[in-house]
Structures are given as C-alpha cells and as structure tokens.
C-alpha cells in the first residue's frame, strides 16, 4: 500500500482479497495513522476503487474569491444602479439578497456531507437551503392560512386561488359495457401525469432506501393512508384497483424493481476516478465529464431491521417521517392551493429528494457504523 506516502486506504483504492479478519489489523493501523476511522471506506474495503488524492482549483473553497465578487455585487446594487422607491419591489429584492449571502456563506464554510458528486459545494448548498426552507415553514405555522395563501402570491400572481379536486373514485368499472363509443374510459380517466410521477419517484426512492423491504412497506402504507384520509382530500378517494393494481404493483412496484436493479449495477460497477486533465483524448475527458454526476462510491444499506432494538426504532422512525414528508405534499397542496404542476411544487418535491437522501445516507451510517 502506500502508506509510507502519508496517503490513507480510503484515499489509494487499495484491494486485495484476504479475509476480513486478516485485514482488520491493517484497518486498525490506518485509522490511527490518520486519526480518522472511515467507516465507508472500511465497509467498502473489498469494492474496486480508486480515487486520485489530489487536490485541484475545482475542489478549492475560493473564499476570497467569492468575498470580492460578493463585496463588488453589493457596491453596484448601492451605488451604481438606480433607486426604486417601490416598497414591495424592495422588500422582495432585500430577503433575496439576504437569502443569497446565506446560502453563499453556507456553501463555503459549513462542513461537506457525505456525498462528494458532482461537488460538495451542491449538498453544502442542500444544507443551507434546507435551513432556509425550515426558517420559512418556521414562520408560515405563525400565520393563518388565507395570509399564507396571499404570501404565495408575492413569488407568483397566478397562487392562492382555489384549486378544483378531482375525485378519482366514482365508477369502479373497467370495462363499462354501457359506454360504447369507449367501454375503458374509466381507466384511461385515471391515467394522467400521477402516473408518470409514481414510477419516477419511486425509481429514485429506491436509490435512497436501497432496500426492497422498506421501500414497499412505505408503498402499502402510503396506499393505506389514502384510504384513511380521503374524507379530507377527495384526491385519496381512489378505485380499489387503482390502489392496488395501477399505483401499489405497477407504477410503484415497477419503479422498485427498477431502482434496486440499479442500485445493484452501481454496487458491483468499479470506480476509478482519473483527473479530467490526466485524459489524453477529448471523448475521455467529455465521458470524465459525464461521470462527475454518478456516485464518487456506492455503498448498500443493509438496515437488519430485527438486528437491534436500536435500529428496529430507528427503522419505524425512517418509515413514519417518509410517510409524513409524502403526505405534506398533497396537504400543502390542500392547504395553501398550490397545484402540482406548479415549478415551486416541483422544485420543492426535487430538493426534498436530494435532502433526503442526504438524510437517509447519515441515518444508515448512525444505525449500522459502531
């Protein structure tokens, strides 16, 4: 290895493929030679990777850098353009200046994740948004709803109207012989862009959960709650084989089987990470390019749910806060009519997903790293 060079295992890729009792030693020797136990690069020990240790101008934090393009952006805004005495314009423009220093003072100085790719400077960024997002849902619980409903209205004109509910229940016949024209149009009613999202995001849960027994306890229970609470959203008041045939076992069942399937290619894949300026040709460095936006490492997620009392009550606590953040986006909703298609629903439902697998990643690492 080399370990004479000063560099670590998690940083040389070393492998080889003794026993793990064999190898437990060498481990303990490198966790004190660097003073750092790294238990992801203990638990992938035996997974082919290599990472170059060096560190370039795009890993560099570029603090005064950023102060002086910072400190310039302010001394244009106050000297140099116009005054407007519009107070709303300003009062707009003045939480977006202070939302914005935040989040670039955040992006610099808060400690990095545990997700390296595409840079972690993106999951500091998650960090801090997820602060602000707090603050924010801090300071709606203090307002009634029709105040919230006319904030909204501030980011976007087209908010805080009414939104019409469909109801996706009715006529549970799918082939309705009385219709002739079109004897299926019960269920192609129920086919719209719902559908697409179902699959999608549980393709991407599966990615975060790395775990088919967990993934579809939250399914089932999701489909559960649906019935529980469709006398408050007429959107959970579904057929059953809506339910069951067309969300539990198709979209999200396919969208499962999809996501572990890739989980199980970014598991056994090798990861040889190569400077971009180490590569000869222009079609290896697009390629290099590309690949800054998959995983640095993979690393799979073997909860053992029963293992402990620990991990039993911290596994039951994961599923109940998934279930929650689920149900938030259609009470939001319900709530503050925001409709679906709406970018800030769209960009919210994007950024939970990357919080939360941020989340889920440092959840693991609590319950299963001693």
Not at 59 to 67: E, G, K, S
Not at 302 to 330: G, H, Q, Y
Not at 357 to 367: D, H, L, S, V, W
């Amino acid at each position: 290895s080399d370990m004479a060079n000063g560099q670590t295992y998690a940083s040389n890729g070393y492998q080889d493929n003794n026993n793990e009792s064999d190898r437990l030693p060498e481990l303990r020797r490198i966790s004190s030679a660097s003073n750092f136990y790294d238990w992801e690069a203990v638990k992938n020990r035996y997974k082919k990777f290599h990472s170059d240790p060096n560190v370039n101008y795009f890993w560099r934090a570029h603090t005064i850098t950023c102060l002086v393009l910072f400190c310039a952006t302010l001394l244009y805004l106050s000297v140099f353009e116009t005054s407007n005495f519009d107070t709303e314009y300003n009062t707009k423009r003045g939480l977006l200046a202070v939302i914005l220093f935040f989040l670039l003072y955040g992006v610099i100085y808060t400690p990095d994740g545990p997700f390296l790719r595409p840079h972690p400077a993106f999951w500091r960024f998650i960090l801090c948004l997820s602060v602000v997002y707090e603050l924010g849902l801090i300071f709606l619980l203090f307002q009634n709803a029709s105040d919230a409903r006319h904030m909204l209205s501030y980011l976007d004109p087209e908010l805080g109207k009414p939104l019409p509910e469909k109801d996706y229940g009715g006529s549970c016949l799918i082939y309705d012989p009385a219709n002739t024209t079109d004897p299926f149009h019960n269920m192609w009613d129920k086919m719209d862009g719902f559908v697409t999202m179902h699959f999608i995001g549980w393709w991407l849960k599966a990615l975060i959960l790395r775990n088919y027994w967990m993934c579809n306890a939250i399914s089932f229970l999701f489909e559960v709650l649906e019935y529980s609470l469709e006398h408050q959203l007429p959107n959970f008041s579904e057929c059953w084989w809506d339910h069951w045939i067309m969300d539990f076992l198709l979209c999200n069942g396919l969208g499962i089987i999809i996501g572990m399937k890739t989980c199980n290619y970014l598991s056994l894949k090798p990861y040889y990470w190569t400077p971009m300026w180490n590569i000869p040709s222009y079609s290896g460095k697009l390629k290099r390019m590309v690949l800054q936006f998959t995983p640095y490492r993979w690393t799979e997620f073997d909860w053992s749910p029963t293992k402990s009392l620990k991990r039993w009550l911290l596994v039951l606590l994961l599923i109940a806060m998934f279930l929650l953040a689920e149900l938030n986006t259609f009470y939001l909703k319900w709530v503050l009519w925001l409709p679906p298609p709406h970018p800030l629903c769209m960009a919210r439902l994007v950024f939970i997903l990357c919080m939360g697998a941020t989340a889920i990643r440092e959840i693991f690492q609590y319950t299963d790293d001693s």
